[in-house]
């Protein structure tokens, strides 16, 4: 089981030993059969498909009727509710008969891949742990050491997607979810989520960028007055580093790489932490890896009081 890093929620528990993270680049050769879930662009361009593979698409609507252009390559097409013809799968897998010892050889293969995966996160974890200013890794994995097992996180991040999938412990149903098109949403997302989920902590994880797109009053208000204490970890690295690293893919030679000018880029952000206090919330800045795990249950606690939270967290990148 492979995730794309892009995935708008997160759908199978990372402690599972077949989980095996987010490349499937290094699958890409040796596999003999790929299943596509739910999933509008498993690759692209649409020809640079496993070479080796056939591909199933499983999916509600496999050929979107409201997208112009898409192309899955899939060899078979299944199409109705995913949930349902994964169970007929294995309903029928069962009928038929599998040889067990095949399927021993393959767990073991891949709870080795799974574990060395494990071991390969935690050491850069730990480095990234000593670094400061914080390394968004130690972040991320604070997070998940500070915060319940059954938190739903509100990815609004873009340049540090890739590494909350990778570093967060996501096992429980429904703990992830992201936004889908431009930026701006992630706060009344936010509170759609903790409406639905009033027991449930409710964590927007937000970029500096990000969090200025949105309708930073409105949503503060509306938590205050509808009851719906949210809280918010701005990762702050005051610019929009989507932006700048645009810039560098797109330009490796232009004007803006070779005079180190981004304009547009760098953000002189305000005193966050006043914007959530003018609605009765709890704020706090943190720029010491060290005092990251603290904060963080400080903040849980306020939220748990029924303040809505905001830490503004200096990161290195």
């Not at 949210?230 to 610019?239: C, D, L, S, T, Y």
């Not at 932490?273 to 943190?286: D, P, Q, R, T, W």
Request: hydrophobic content about 40%.
């Amino acid at each position: 089981m492979v995730e794309r890093p892009g995935a708008i929620f997160a759908n199978f528990p990372k402690d599972h030993p077949i989980h095996q993270g987010h490349d499937f680049n290094r699958f890409w050769g040796d596999t003999d059969l790929v299943i596509v879930m739910s999933t509008r662009t498993p690759w692209y361009p649409p020809s640079k498909r496993p070479p080796n593979a056939i591909v199933v698409d499983i999916d509600e609507v496999p050929h979107r009727p409201y997208m112009a252009y898409q192309s899955h390559q899939a060899d078979i097409y299944l199409e109705g509710d995913t949930t349902s013809v994964l169970t007929d799968l294995v309903n029928a897998l069962d009928a038929v008969g599998l040889d067990e010892s095949r399927l021993a050889e393959r767990r073991a293969r891949l709870t080795a891949s799974h574990d060395e995966l494990v071991c390969r996160r935690r050491a850069e974890q730990a480095v990234a742990r000593k670094k400061s200013p914080i390394d968004p890794i130690w972040l991320c994995a604070a997070l998940s050491e500070a915060l319940p097992d059954d938190t739903i996180y509100l990815d609004e991040v873009t340049t540090h997607t890739n590494l909350l999938r990778e570093h967060m412990t996501l096992n429980k149903p429904q703990c992830l979810f992201t936004r889908q098109g431009g930026l701006g949403q992630g706060l009344g997302l936010s509170l759609g989520l903790k409406l639905a989920n009033p027991d449930r902590l409710v964590v927007t994880l937000i970029g500096d960028g990000a969090f200025l797109y949105n309708p930073v009053l409105q949503s503060f208000g509306a938590a205050r007055d509808f009851k719906l204490p949210i809280m918010v970890v701005i990762f702050n690295n005051g610019k929009y580093a989507a932006m700048q690293n645009m810039h560098k893919r797109l330009y490796p030679d232009g004007t803006a790489v070779e005079n180190n000018t981004y304009f547009g880029t760098f953000i002189n952000g305000p005193d966050y932490l006043k914007v959530i206090e003018a609605f009765g919330g709890y704020g706090e800045s943190v720029e010491n890896p060290d005092d990251l795990v603290d904060a963080l249950k400080r903040g849980y606690d306020a939220n748990r009081n029924g303040r809505t939270v905001l830490l503004d967290v200096a990161i290195s990148k």
